[in-house]
């Protein structure tokens, strides 16, 4: 059974960082592409970032250079290091991983396992 929990979230001001964690049970992280979502309250789920088990990564173009995926295969644990954090960011964070090879890791469709979300939350 694939369980994924993220962790790291909190309140923080804007322009400051945080690292949330997605640890996973049940999947080895580097053989699958894992991403992370987001959702804030009344809008759609969307993507902000991905690693293939090639490790090429891919970010929303509003997180891209802010942003950073990563993983820790020995953790079996994938990151998301935020930086420059600003009020749009606060959201739900997801952790989202696919058994499908060769997918369009921007789309949540071709997911098929989430975590429960962690809560960041940029104060102005």
């Known amino acids: 059974q694939v369980q994924l929990v993220e962790s790291g979230g909190g309140l923080v001001q804007a322009g400051h960082s945080l690292r949330l964690s997605c640890a996973a049970s049940g999947r080895t992280v580097s053989y699958y592409p894992m991403g992370w979502f987001r959702q804030a309250p009344g809008k759609e789920r969307e993507f902000v970032a991905a690693?293939?088990?090639?490790?090429?990564?891919s970010y929303s173009d509003s997180m891209k250079g802010r942003f950073t995926i990563a993983r820790d295969s020995a953790k079996n644990t994938v990151y998301l290091q935020m930086n420059s954090l600003k009020p749009d960011d606060t959201a739900v964070y997801f952790c989202?991983?696919?058994?499908?090879?060769?997918?369009?890791?921007?789309?949540?469709?071709?997911?098929?396992?989430w975590g429960q979300g962690t809560q960041v939350t940029v104060s102005s």
């Open positions: 690693i293939t088990r090639y490790a090429i990564t």
């Open positions: 989202a991983s696919s058994s499908k090879p060769g997918i369009s890791v921007n789309r949540k469709e071709n997911y098929d396992y």
